[in-house]
């Protein structure tokens, strides 16, 4: 009789583990939950991060365009023969004719 109590015994230790043990894993399971849910937290936050960084860079990219380069709309209107300059806009320019004032808003 004595094996069957020692058994009744060892179950009782054994229970009292698992219990221990489902409790642990019930710890580490929030704390995994909780790792998981701030991790997707962090990638939604650095992929909006990543898409704001995206647009300032184009934006960089737009004001470190050159401004040297005329307009090629106002070089068609100026070889086409016409003025460009505030004086004269849409005028005929004369034969051989440059006006200064055209070439200065061309070139600046």
Same mark, same amino acid.
């Given at each position: ?7 009744? =015994?060892? %179950?009782g !230790?054994l &229970?009292?583990?698992l219990n221990?043990?489902l #409790? ?5 399971r929030?704390v /995994?939950e909780a790792?998981?849910?701030e ?6 936050e650095?992929?909006?991060?990543? =898409?704001? %960084?995206? !647009?300032? &860079?184009k934006?960089?990219?737009k004001?470190? #365009?050159?401004?040297?380069?005329p307009?090629p709309? /106002? ?11 505030h004086?004269?806009?849409a005028?005929r320019?004369?034969?051989g !004719?440059?006006c200064?004032d055209?070439?200065?808003?061309l070139y600046?």
């Open positions: 009789m004595a094996d069957k109590y020692d058994v009744f =015994d060892q %179950l !230790e &229970e009292n583990t221990t043990t #409790t642990q894993i019930s710890g580490i929030q /995994l790792s998981m849910t991790n997707a937290t962090l990638r939604m650095l992929e909006k991060l990543r =898409d704001r %960084l995206a !647009e300032f &860079e934006k960089e990219v004001k470190e #365009t050159p401004k040297d380069q307009n709309n /106002l070089i068609q209107i100026f070889n086409e023969g016409f003025h460009i300059c004086l004269h806009y005028e320019l004369a034969e !004719e440059s200064l055209c070439l200065e808003l600046r």
